[in-house]
């Protein structure tokens, strides 16, 4: 069973930076991947990034790549979503979990399990 906690959120000003952490346990076997997700105020939710456990291979949604870096520490089991470059329209309540998807491929259309709480990020001046 795997287990997720997110956490790092918080108020930052357009053109800054903010990291995004993922508490991991329960991994059981390979293939594993881990999404952020986001959603914003009357939006629907919208995967942001994957990365496969395994490999280590990254994904990122259009909206986001350049500026976002998903990573993976193994020593504390954590996923990682460094932000830079931060704007208003990346307000949102941002969530990590299992992604459907093995490897990554096919990411961001469901997860395994059931959301958890979030972390809320807010870009304002």
């Known amino acids: 069973q795997v287990q997720l906690v997110e956490s790092g959120g918080g108020l930052v000003q357009p053109g800054g930076s903010l990291i995004l952490s993922c508490s991991v346990s329960g991994f059981t076997y390979n293939g594993i991947a881990i999404s952020w997700f986001r959603q914003a105020p009357g939006k629907e939710r919208e995967g942001v990034s994957c990365?496969?456990?395994?490999?280590?291979?990254?994904y990122y949604a259009d909206s986001v790549k350049g500026r976002f870096t998903i990573s993976r520490d193994n020593t504390k089991n954590t996923v990682n979503l460094q932000m830079d470059s931060l704007s208003p329209e990346d307000t949102a309540v941002y969530y990590c979990?299992?992604?459907?998807?093995?490897?990554?491929?096919?990411w961001g259309s469901g997860i395994h399990g059931s959301w958890g709480q979030g972390t809320q990020v807010t870009v304002s001046s």
């Open positions: 990365i496969s456990i395994s490999d280590g291979r990254t």
């Open positions: 979990a299992r992604d459907f998807a093995r490897f990554c491929a096919g």
